[in-house]
Structure formats: C-alpha cells, structure tokens
C-alpha cells in the first residue's frame, strides 16, 4: 500500500522539474523566478485528486485580433468609437493622396515650425504632399524684398518647397462675419471664472489688436489652405497674467475650426536648422 503513492510523487515531482526548467528557458536570468506550479497532467496521474473542468482558453487568432484590433485600442470608457472617429485618429498612419502641407511661420521660433513639417514630407506616407510657406511681411514697402530673403533662408536651410508666400496685410480688419464668430464663442465666457480669472470686456479690449490679428489668419487660412492636407503653424505664445486660459482656448478655436488636420508647433527660440550639417 505504501508502493504506489510513493510512486505518484515521484511522477508529480518529474513534471514539476520539467515545469521549472520550462519556465526558466524562456525568461531571462534576471528575470524573478516563476513560483513552480504542478501541471494538469501530473495532478489528473493521481487517482486519489478528481478530473478538474477544462478551462477555455482563447485561440492565438482571436488573441492577435484582440490585441492588433483598432477598436479596442482606441476606446472611449470602454465604448467602442464610431468608424469616422477612428479614422480620424489614424489618419496620420495612412498614406496621403497628392497635396499639399502648409507651413504657416508666424515668427522665428528657431525653426521648429519649419523642420517638424518638412520631416513629415519626407516619410512614405506623405512623399506625394509637397511643402508650401507662408510667412508674415515686417514691412508693407519692401513685400519683394521680403520674399526673396526667405527664399534665400529657406535654401541655405534646404528646405525643399513647392511655393514661397509672404502675406502682406496681415493687420487688416477682419470681415464681420469673422468678428460676430468670434463673439458668438466668446459671449457665453464673459464674467465666468475658470480658475485663473474671468474673462471681462476691459480684458478684451486690452488685446484688440491681438484677437483682430487671429480673426484675420482665420480669414486667410480659409482662403488659402483650406484643402490643404495638413496645416503646420506657429503656436501663439500665451501670456501669464496678461490673458486668461479661457480667451487663449477662444484664440485657437478661431484658428483650427472647420480646418483640415492642424499642428500648432512651439520652438523655445533655440536654432533647430543650420546651414552646414
């Protein structure tokens, strides 16, 4: 009677080993050890231990379609998010239709605005979208001049472009339409604190020139890249203290509704281009 119970241990303390050394073949030696745990077929070998209920276990297919799905990367609370959605959010994955990617350099920011989008052109995806410019003019009398200096700039970077544009007026007042749009986003915010102050009329009045600025890019990205494929511009730079979040957010709004895929890029003022390297 003693025989044979001797015996199942030994078969369960061979398979246990041959777990052990399973286990540490496929981890890395500094990996913690995996704590040494009796296979199914060694315990089921004992008679005196019942057959246990086999667990479904999910097939490698329905495993890799899990794991590589779009629809359960992207979710929403764990809601799956509506096909357009998704697109939306891979569109930068896929390859681009011939076009065009507008570089909107409001300042000098050390060339970041200008770098990051022409990289973009240089992936498989975007090689059919070429790479237009638009710039701010400092001086109304010299627009020519203007032009031909940041042409000049652009090729001692080698920044390969398709079409070089310096807008010339961009103090204009906006349309009314553009300004009534601008108030029918910024009414519902008037008195209201957000944490860092409410927006108030004396703000907005201290900052005319610098919201009529912003309507007017509105007016000019409508009429030149809307149908671009993506439009890269220089982040207007916030001013603590001096705007509130809630007017700022306003200012962008103004910037990016109704447009294709925008990126709104901030350089630190530090030279990311040169002319040598």
Not at 261 to 269: D, I, S, T
Request: charged fraction near 25%; charge should be positive.
């Amino acid at each position: 009677m003693s025989s044979k119970p001797k015996e199942n241990v030994e078969v369960l303390t061979r398979n246990i080993s041959y777990s052990q050394i399973s286990q540490a073949s496929s981890t890395s030696d500094l990996s913690v050890p995996a704590t040494p745990v009796a296979t199914r077929s060694a315990v089921n070998k004992n008679p005196n231990v019942e057959n246990e209920t086999p667990v479904a276990k999910s097939t490698p297919k329905e495993e890799k379609e899990y794991h590589f799905s779009r629809a359960n990367l992207y979710r929403n609370a764990g809601v799956e998010l509506p096909k357009e959605v998704l697109n939306n959010l891979t569109q930068f994955r896929k390859n681009q239709k011939k076009g065009i990617i507008d570089v909107w350099w409001l300042y000098d920011d050390g060339g970041l605005t200008l770098l990051l989008p022409y990289i973009i052109s240089t992936r498989r995806a975007w090689a059919d979208c070429k790479l237009r410019v638009f710039t701010l003019a400092n001086k109304k009398d010299d627009l020519l001049f203007e032009q031909r200096s940041m042409a000049s700039l652009l090729s001692k970077f080698r920044i390969d472009y398709s079409d070089l544009k310096v807008i010339p007026d961009i103090t204009k007042k906006p349309l009314d339409t553009t300004v009534s749009y601008f108030q029918s986003l910024i009414q519902p915010l008037l008195g209201k604190n957000f944490g860092d102050g409410a927006v108030t009329e004396s703000e907005l009045e201290a900052v005319q020139d610098k919201t009529n600025r912003h309507l007017r890019l509105r007016e000019l990205l409508l009429e030149n890249s809307s149908n671009s494929n993506l439009i890269v511009m220089t982040l207007p730079m916030p001013r603590k203290n001096i705007i509130t979040a809630s007017l700022y957010m306003a200012w962008l709004e103004v910037l990016t509704k109704d447009m294709p895929p925008f990126l709104l890029v901030r350089g630190n003022q530090q030279s990311v281009l040169t002319f040598y390297s």
